[in-house]
């Protein structure tokens, strides 16, 4: 068995298996199914893998003599290094807000703006805006301790809370640069940056809309409740729910923990997007508090500050507080972890070439084949960034030969929408929404991978007639 179709096959059905059949916890079934992936992955496609990430001859034979072991350990390792930091100071952000009651005065004083009913579609339009400069994982990490004080506020609608989170902040992410997917596309493909800026916030809005309103379809008809967690038990939310105001920290230091590492990220991002580099003390000291490790660390101390203020009178209880946030990270982090080493072991069968020569033939339109590679890729193994490398790999040279009717921009913007099809196991942010938002396995399948669907295909239709109604040439 050579095939990566075959080997793809195989590892989905034990991981799918494994988790939803025999019940297994999900860091075990990612294990066993990188395991296996790993164990039917022939020599020669690792080596043609490597080599086509810019290794040498000599780091590619290296690494196709690797033990199995080694190798799944490498591919975990390096996602524990890009998510464990992140993770485990979101956690303690998370837990914080909640224990301190700035999560619930944040909510409060939401609520007083805009109305209850509002609540959603603001959480929707926050997550769109915040994920644009910020990375998908950061905005999801941020906002859920928010978003479960608001379904106790509230009453009702977590899962359409959680949901808005995830469609504001997924679609910016992809098309929107200074993020990383939409900028290598914007390099690979010869977009003007600012094209894509522009082009990219006008489909995402199309597309959230579009997620909005499945978001509260499925709210409705799977209504999930805000469950309890060692990180969030219930009887606290609701007793910091029912507090005086009187008894809450002050807005600003509520919202300290979050509005600082966005605000230094997107600072730096901006330095970063001008090429100016470094030069003042005080480009140079954004440039190294934005970094999104130190940036999210410094916004997990901003936190810590604000639940010592409040629980100054309790040390017991401020002490419990701070040590249960990391101990529910380190789960997360395993779980994640597994996650990328399944994806990293998908892609090392040389899935992502094999999709290029099944698609290379095909007599399609270019919009729709661009979508069509993006999402299989990303179906595959995982990533949406890998997916638009790989789509805009195949697609560029076509795009420059081509006599196209439509600006080469739409070829990027179908790249990234078909880069949000399908979320499942195989995606380390599928396991950060599910285990954050403390939806089940099954609830995640029926509503988070649905919902980026939608989101991709309407934002492939809204591409179309754009291209044919505002063809920019």
């Known amino acids: 068995m050579t095939d990566p179709l075959l080997i793809l096959l195989v590892g989905i059905l034990i991981v799918v298996g494994g988790i939803i059949g025999l019940r297994l916890h999900p860091f075990l079934a990612l294990l066993l199914g990188a395991l296996a992936v790993a164990y039917l992955t022939p020599v020669a496609a690792i080596e043609q893998y490597a080599l086509t990430t810019g290794a040498s001859a000599e780091g590619a034979r290296s690494l196709a003599k690797q033990s199995i072991g080694g190798r799944i350990a490498q591919q975990f390792g390096s996602t524990a290094g890009k998510i464990g930091i992140l993770i485990a100071m979101a956690s303690i952000i998370g837990k914080c807000l909640l224990e301190s009651g700035g999560a619930e005065r944040i909510v409060r004083s939401t609520l007083n703006?805009?109305?209850?009913?509002?609540?959603?579609?603001?959480?929707?339009?926050?997550?769109?805006?915040?994920?644009?400069?910020?990375?998908?994982?950061?905005?999801?990490?941020?906002?859920?301790?928010?978003?479960?004080?608001?379904a106790t506020r509230i009453g009702k609608n977590y899962l359409l809370l959680v949901l808005c989170i995830t469609a504001g902040a997924a679609m910016a992410n992809s098309l929107v640069p200074p993020t990383p997917g939409p900028l290598f596309l914007v390099s690979e493909m010869n977009i003007p940056i600012g094209m894509m800026m522009i082009g990219g916030f006008l489909v995402g809005l199309a597309t959230i809309v579009a997620g909005?309103?499945?978001?509260?379809?499925?709210?409705?008809?799977w209504p999930v409740?805000?469950?309890?967690?060692?990180?969030?038990?219930?009887e606290d939310i609701k007793a910091l729910g029912e507090k005086d105001d009187k008894y809450l920290p002050p807005l600003w230091l509520s919202l300290l923990p979050i509005v600082l590492p966005i605000v230094l990220i997107t600072a730096k991002a901006i330095i970063d997007l001008s090429e100016s580099?470094?030069?003042?003390?005080?480009?140079?000291?954004?440039?190294?508090?934005g970094e999104k490790n130190l940036a999210l660390i410094l916004g997990g101390l901003a936190a810590l500050l604000l639940l010592i203020l409040q629980k100054q009178g309790d040390r017991k209880e401020m002490l419990t507080?701070?040590?249960?946030?990391?101990?529910?990270?380190?789960?997360?982090i395993l779980i994640t972890s597994a996650g990328g080493a399944f994806g990293g072991m998908l892609q090392q069968t040389g899935i992502s070439a094999r999709i290029g020569e099944l698609t290379q033939d095909f007599q399609m339109a270019l919009?729709?084949?661009?979508?069509?590679?993006?999402?299989?890729?990303?179906?595959?193994?995982?990533s949406a960034t890998v997916s638009m490398i790989t789509a805009s790999g195949i697609l560029a040279g076509m795009a420059e030969v081509a006599v196209l009717p439509y600006h080469h921009l739409y070829i990027g913007l179908a790249i990234a929408c078909g880069s949000k099809l399908i979320p499942w196991m195989n995606d380390s942010g599928f396991w950060i929404v599910c285990k954050m938002s403390n939806l089940t396995e099954k609830e995640a399948l029926k509503t988070f991978?649905?919902?980026l669907t939608i989101m991709g295909i309407t934002g492939l239709i809204v591409i179309l007639i754009a291209a044919k109604v505002f063809p920019l040439v």
């Open 367 to 382: 919009l729709p084949l661009a979508f069509f590679i993006a999402a299989v890729v990303r179906t595959a193994q995982g």
């Open 277 to 289: 580099g470094g030069g003042s003390w005080l480009t140079d000291s954004i440039i190294f508090l």
């Open 225 to 234: 409740p805000l469950r309890d967690s060692v990180d969030a038990p219930l």
């Open 212 to 221: 909005y309103a499945y978001a509260v379809w499925a709210n409705r008809r």
């Open 321 to 332: 507080a701070a040590q249960a946030a990391p101990r529910t990270a380190g789960v997360i």
């Open 113 to 150: 703006v805009t109305g209850v009913k509002q609540a959603p579609a603001t959480f929707l339009g926050s997550s769109f805006f915040l994920g644009i400069p910020v990375f998908f994982d950061t905005v999801f990490y941020l906002m859920i301790p928010l978003a479960k004080a608001m």
């Open 449 to 451: 991978s649905p919902l």
